[in-house]
């Protein structure tokens, strides 16, 4: 616990508090997410949480925490835990159920998959207010020609591709999401994992996406979609 200089006298000193008052962000109500940081219970010290709820398919966005580690811990459902271990350059796929638990060191770039319906997440977070980067920020807020240029891509086939991610994603795809490619695109990478997941989570059997200079159309169709913002309180 960090070095506390509350007053534990204090007739505003707190010691409970109900998650259910401070919801951070909601796509629908199946896939949300309530926050505690020390803005909420200020007798906290180096702790804080989200309580995340997904369904099937749903992602919580790759993302880091520049400020705090985090374990992930299973109450109900099952889940994906995927991060990149920046030492080796991997991508490490940890499936999870109720009881089992994934542990993300301090500003590793990681995401959520829920595998079944009423997945239910508890993230921990050794920080009394955690910090957030999503990819949807970074991709959003970074000029397409940027992009193009650092990694020899189609400059309008970018600005195309990114263009409808206009806010902070959070939990993915966004809720108006009409591309059909998306469940399967989004979770075929995780279905090696384990056995039981592979009749739900199958590569997109989609167009091909073109985006580097020296490859030709014909190119695929794009649908509009919008994020949500989000902002962790």
């Known amino acids: 616990m960090a070095v506390s200089y509350m007053d534990f006298t204090s007739p505003t000193v707190q010691f409970t508090y109900d998650l259910r008052n401070n919801n951070t962000f909601t796509k629908d109500n199946r896939n949300y ?14 702790v804080s949480l989200l309580d995340i709820f997904l369904s099937t398919g749903n992602v919580v966005e790759p993302h880091t925490h ?22 080796t350059s991997k991508l490490l796929n940890y499936p999870i159920q ?37 990819a949807s920020d ?42 059909n490619q998306v469940q399967g695109a989004a979770t075929g990478n995780v279905a090696h994992t384990n056995q039981s997941m592979q009749s739900q989570f199958v590569p997109s059997q989609g167009k091909k996406v073109y985006l580097h200079r020296d490859e030709q159309p014909p190119y695929p169709q794009y649908h509009p979609v919008i994020g949500n913002g989000w902002n962790y309180r």
């Open 33 to 46: 997410i309530n926050t505690l940081s020390i803005n909420q219970l200020n007798t906290l010290g180096n």
């Open 66 to 87: 520049q400020n705090a580690s985090e374990l992930v811990y299973c109450i109900t459902g099952s889940a994906v835990v995927s991060l990149i271990n920046p030492f």
């Open 98 to 134: 109720p009881g089992q638990v994934a542990n993300i060191p301090q500003g590793w770039w990681h995401y959520e998959i829920a595998t079944v319906d009423n997945t239910h997440l508890l993230a921990i977070f050794d920080a009394p207010i955690p910090e957030f980067i999503g």
């Open 138 to 179: 970074m991709l959003r807020l970074t000029p397409a020609s940027v992009l193009a240029h650092t990694y020899c891509l189609n400059e309008e086939l970018v600005e195309e591709a990114l263009a409808p991610i206009t806010n902070t994603v959070v939990i993915g795809p966004p809720a108006n999401c009409n591309n």
